[in-house]
């Protein structure tokens, strides 16, 4: 069984940043792209980042560009989202994923998703 777990999430004013983490157990990584999620209330689950753990190859959604960045550490299995220049429309419900597809993951049909951790942006 495989289990990723995020934290990190919380309440920040725009402007400010967070950092994610999605900790990975149950199976090495090191063929698996991961990545994240977002859902905000009354709206659907949309595409925020992902990255190939082989390569480390990323994309990202054009509304975080330049503002979010995914990295990764394999020696612990854990993927992370450092979010700067926080918005209010950034606030959501942030899911990590995971498959050893990119392309499935990128739409949103990963095969291993977290339980998500909530992020909250004022104004």
């Known amino acids: 069984q495989v289990q990723l777990v995020e934290s990190g999430g919380g309440l920040v004013q725009a402007g400010g940043s967070l950092r994610l983490s999605c900790a990975a157990s149950?199976?090495?990584?090191?063929?698996?792209?991961m990545g994240w999620f977002r859902q905000a209330p009354g709206k659907e689950r949309e595409f925020v980042v992902a990255i190939n753990w082989s390569d480390g190859v990323t994309y990202y959604a054009d509304s975080v560009k330049g503002r979010f960045t995914i990295s990764r550490d394999n020696a612990k299995n854990t993927v992370y989202l450092q979010m700067n220049s926080l918005k209010p429309e950034d606030t959501a419900v942030y899911y990590c994923?995971?498959?050893?597809?990119?392309?499935?993951?990128?739409?949103?049909?990963?095969?291993?998703w977290g339980r998500g951790t909530q992020v909250t942006v004022s104004s």
């Open positions: 994923a995971a498959d050893t597809v990119i392309v499935r993951l990128r739409a949103g049909a990963g095969t291993y």
């Open positions: 149950g199976r090495t990584f090191s063929d698996y792209a």
